[in-house]
């Protein structure tokens, strides 16, 4: 049947805003003619379902052909022209997939057989397999591998994590460290500096004469260095006037 055909017996096609009609491929058994209607209205599309659903149609010679009429399985159109030239119309024959698969195709693996040892190794895995899964054939399947390429990839993540963590914690413990050190050099050195400036001040405090004080030992004149806050204490006498005095006092040699 062709399109002119199919088009004058359907007629009048409700309003529709794409329309492509596929011929049979006689070469395949058994051969179809398809056509494609997009409705612009959904009430349009049950009532062509109810009117040509089981159909017969008739072409020019006679041969009849009931008619199927379902929902296409993809919805979209085609555009009207395409936005731009598809670059791969017919180099199917220098695609690499496609050099490879003739390959492959033209010259394929030898098989070797295996050797009986390797044959009662393989018997073995599989009843080991049999009796781990209580009797049942262990299965995979893409989802499974899937899900356990996920739980490696979580574990390995976790695992890089944990590492992480466990560098900045030393690290941290390092800088604290540093830290403490630091604090101890800069507290022994104030130490250091406090008792030096003591040790000076005490030695001032104490070599440092404030006041003179003159004893008679025996007819001898000794003359003794006493700190300024000894001097009311002991009743010591201010400098020059103790000085005056021991010279008074001195014999002549």
């Not at 001032?204 to 000894?230: H, Q």
Request: with cysteine; charged share 40%.
């Amino acid at each position: 049947m062709t399109e002119d055909e199919l088009r004058d017996q359907i007629s009048p096609i409700p309003d529709h805003e794409y329309f492509s009609f596929c011929s049979a491929d006689m070469s395949w058994e058994p051969a179809f003619t398809r056509a494609y209607i997009a409705f612009r209205h959904a009430e349009d599309v049950f009532f062509f379902r109810d009117k040509f659903d089981g159909y017969v149609f008739v072409d020019s010679k006679g041969n009849e052909s009931p008619a199927l009429v379902e929902f296409a399985p993809f919805q979209r159109i085609p555009r009207s022209k395409p936005k731009y030239p598809n670059n791969k119309v017919n180099t199917l024959e220098s695609d690499p997939d496609y050099e490879t698969f003739l390959k492959e195709f033209e010259n394929p693996p030898t098989f070797v057989p295996q050797t009986l040892e390797v044959t009662l190794i393989e018997i073995e895995r599989r009843q080991r397999e049999l009796e781990a899964n209580h009797g049942a054939p262990k299965q995979t399947t893409p989802l499974i591998e899937y899900i356990k390429k996920r739980k490696e990839e979580r574990k390995m993540a976790r695992e890089r994590e944990k590492e992480m963590r466990r560098r900045r914690e030393e690290e941290r413990k390092k800088r604290l460290d540093e830290d403490r050190q630091r604090e101890d050099e800069k507290k022994r050195l104030r130490q250091e500096k406090s008792a030096e400036k003591k040790k000076r001040d005490d030695s001032k405090k104490f070599e440092a004469p404030g006041s003179v004080k003159v004893s008679i030992d025996g007819g001898r004149r000794r003359c003794y260095s006493l700190p300024w806050c000894t001097r009311r204490a002991t009743g010591s006498r201010p400098m020059h006037q103790a000085e005056g005095y021991w010279r008074s006092w001195m014999p002549a040699e």
